[in-house]
């Protein structure tokens, strides 16, 4: 599976971004998607995935201020991003797994984009 993100850049703090992400290749293999950000100094951290059946998982940080989504049809995951904090700036990245139940750790997944950065000031 093939991932390309989209949707990254440079908003001020309390706006929103919407991220975009595509699939292409063997789409029918995998099952659970996820976003994960990497900062500057930072680990990579979980953002938020959701699993084929729906079920939605979100990192502590992110205090219901993000929601993911996904089109199959278009083989589209989605991340919507609002009241945006200086924090948030990172490269954010797609990632997609054969497993049918993911949580937010990276071992899970085993496509990944190339990211698209997202700048708070």
């Known amino acids: 599976v093939q991932l390309v993100e989209s949707g990254g850049g440079t908003v001020q703090a309390g706006g929103s971004l919407r991220l975009s992400c595509v699939a292409s290749?063997?789409?029918?293999?995998?099952?659970?998607v996820g976003w994960f950000r990497q900062g500057p100094g930072k680990e990579r951290e979980g953002v938020a995935a959701?699993?084929?059946?729906?079920?939605?998982h979100y990192g502590y940080s992110i205090e219901g201020r993000f929601a993911i989504s996904r089109d199959n049809a278009k083989n589209r995951v989605y991340l919507q991003m609002n009241s945006l904090k200086p924090e948030d700036t990172a490269m954010y990245f797609c990632?997609?797994?054969?497993?049918?139940?993911?949580?937010?750790?990276?071992?899970?997944?085993?496509?990944w984009g190339q990211g698209t950065q997202v700048t708070v000031s």
């Open positions: 990632a997609a797994s054969h497993r049918v139940t993911v949580s937010l750790h990276a071992e899970h997944f085993e496509s």
């Open positions: 290749g063997d789409t029918y293999t995998y099952n659970g």
């Open positions: 959701i699993e084929m059946d729906g079920t939605l």
